[in-house]
């Protein structure tokens, strides 16, 4: 008897929790996987963070916070998007949510009834459409490619807008192609939706401080569209805080009320003693912040080497994040003798298998010539990764 609910039979898994799984199960055992497929910073949390949560706890913040989040942290969070992003909020405006996936599904569950369309552009993160799908709504997926820098274009949005269309999700940095929308991109995007007052649109800016091409620029900055975002950050990239699981939205006043009461129904406030940790976090200077963006930017050199000197792979380079994601389709109909390539799925566990390194199949991410690569790990590493894929690879025939 099959006693599951519809909307989970329908739901498909993370595929890079999936893969995240099956690495460690080999770590433990004893294989030497270098696990390239969870998007999560190697460096441990800055000290004066931690110094924080320690504080916390001896002056008792160990009871349930506040659903919104605790007054200081909306007001780090007001303080950190009028300095570094030029945008003013108030109070009511702001929600404190465990972690930005978290303020992703508040929205999208506010937002989405059935039938209701959802633009996603593709490459995306993999929740998105999994997320659209538990609200019964529709994707409605916008193809990109190389030759856009995997970014829609104003002609792309347009086409794809129908009367049913509620809400368009934009990632910048976008994870998994790091592709990165400039001011005047977004600009002409914001000159498409401000004809169609309706949608709104779910900025996911998790990756802002991760960016190597200058100043970020966000779709609430436009006066028109300001009301229309729902902008999605958090702690978790920019200050290796992952496990604090600590996120936030800033939006309309009337949307964040809603997922107030919605976050207020499943998971109530997020934990005390992170918030206390991300207070900390925001306040803080950006100086070990900057470093562990250079550190990335490094990185992602690195890996641009080694992609462009492994032979069969096309790879755009990326502007932000700490991913690439390149095509390997050419391998696809090749075999080492035991296994043959058919699709990426079968690559990324062909690489997990022969060359002991985990990656992300692009077919969660909505293009299946690609494979995601993490670069949030050490240069030797890094090395010796490529090093091992490179030699895999050199065996498909």
């Not at 969660?364 to 030699?391: E, K």
Request: proline share 4%.
């Amino acid at each position: 008897m099959d006693l599951l609910s519809s909307r989970i039979s329908v739901m498909a898994e993370s595929a890079t929790v999936a893969m995240n799984l099956k690495s460690s199960e080999l770590k433990a055992m004893g294989v030497d996987i270098i696990n390239l497929s969870v998007g999560e910073p190697d460096f441990p949390t800055p000290q004066y963070i931690k110094d924080a949560a320690i504080k916390a706890m001896e002056q008792n913040y160990t009871f349930y916070s506040p659903v919104q989040g605790y007054p200081d942290l909306v007001q780090a969070i007001i303080k950190k998007l009028k300095s570094d992003n030029q945008l003013e909020y108030q109070p009511s405006q702001i929600l404190v949510t465990v972690g930005a996936k978290h303020a992703i599904a508040n929205a999208i569950l506010a937002l989405v009834d059935e039938g209701d369309e959802v633009i996603v552009p593709a490459p995306y993160w993999v929740s998105y459409m999994e997320q659209v799908r538990l609200a019964n709504g529709v994707n409605v997926v916008i193809n990109t490619g190389l030759d856009t820098g995997y970014k829609i274009t104003a002609e792309m949005l347009a086409k794809a807008i129908t009367p049913k269309t509620k809400a368009l999700i934009l990632c910048s940095p976008s994870n998994p192609t790091g592709a990165v929308y400039s001011y005047n991109e977004l600009k002409l995007l914001a000159n498409v939706l401000i004809k169609h007052p309706r949608i709104m649109v779910i900025a996911d800016e998790i990756y802002e401080h991760i960016s190597f091409v200058g100043k970020h620029s966000s779709m609430a900055q436009f006066p028109e569209m300001k009301d229309r975002v729902v902008l999605v950050n958090g702690v978790s990239k920019a200050f290796a805080m992952t496990g604090w699981r600590i996120g936030y939205l800033a939006a309309p006043q009337w949307l964040t009320k809603a997922c107030n009461k919605l976050q207020g129904q499943i998971t109530t406030g997020a934990c005390s003693i992170a918030q206390k940790a991300a207070v900390a976090a925001l306040n803080g200077d950006l100086t070990l912040v900057e470093s562990m963006r250079l550190a990335f930017l490094r990185r992602r050199d690195l890996m641009m080497n080694w992609m462009n000197k492994i032979d069969g792979i096309i790879c755009n380079i990326p502007d932000g994040a700490f991913y690439v994601f390149p095509d390997i389709s050419s391998f696809f109909g090749k075999s080492d003798g035991v296994f043959t390539i058919n699709n990426s799925d079968d690559m990324a566990l062909y690489l997990l298998e022969n060359a002991h390194i985990a990656t992300v199949a692009g077919s969660g991410f909505g293009n299946d010539n690609c494979i995601r690569i993490a670069y949030a790990t050490d240069d030797q590493q890094l090395d010796i990764a490529m090093n091992r894929m490179q030699s895999a690879l050199l065996r498909l025939k």
